[in-house]
């Protein structure tokens, strides 16, 4: 009687370096987090490095969520959870101080939006319906899409002014460097 599983029978790779594939998994990833790196102790296991940092290695079983009472019960139950107290207690506050600060926002359109945009605005102005028409419109922009992209770029003010000190100058915008 056939099985009902379809089991294929499993070939050997020639084309695979098993020992280079062995000593790959041996290695240790690189630790791009300044804190942890400098907290990190080679002879621990990660399991207990991040223990001793105060960090969690499964958020899942570090808080633990309630299962209900009965079977349709949506009571909600508290379940106090005791936080453990970290001996390197200083890796957390760093952490948690690094991610309080502000992100810098860096929001910059690449060099050939850029392009578009100072082309679409130097052969047509404001006539979004006749940008809409250009052959330079290869994603067949609607008119109120293409202005939304002109405006998201004159927004910028580091493109845009650079643009205008361009374009001021007399120089070409098609060659603009947006670095």
Not at 75 to 80: F, I, M
Request: glycine fraction near 2%; charge should be positive; include cysteine.
């Amino acid at each position: 009687m056939p099985s009902t599983k379809s089991s294929k029978r499993k070939k050997y790779q020639y084309n695979v370096d098993r020992r280079k594939l062995w000593k790959k998994s041996r290695r240790v990833p690189e630790i791009k987090c300044p804190q942890i790196k400098n907290a990190w102790d080679g002879r621990k296991s990660m399991k207990r490095n991040l223990a001793a940092m105060g960090l969690a290695v499964d958020p899942n079983k570090a808080i633990p969520i309630p299962k209900p009472k009965g079977p349709f019960s949506f009571e909600k139950t508290e379940v106090e959870a005791v936080p453990k107290e970290p001996p390197n207690k200083h890796v957390v506050e760093e952490l948690e101080e690094e991610a309080s600060l502000p992100e810098k926002k860096t929001l910059k359109l690449s060099r050939p939006e850029v392009s578009y945009c100072t082309y679409m605005m130097e052969k047509y102005g404001e006539d979004y319906k006749a940008m809409a028409m250009d052959e330079r419109n290869y994603y067949q922009d609607t008119p109120k899409q293409i202005r939304q992209r002109i405006n998201k770029f004159k927004s910028l003010p580091d493109q845009y002014n650079k643009y205008l000190a361009e374009k001021n100058a007399g120089k070409t915008t098609d060659t603009m460097d947006t670095a």
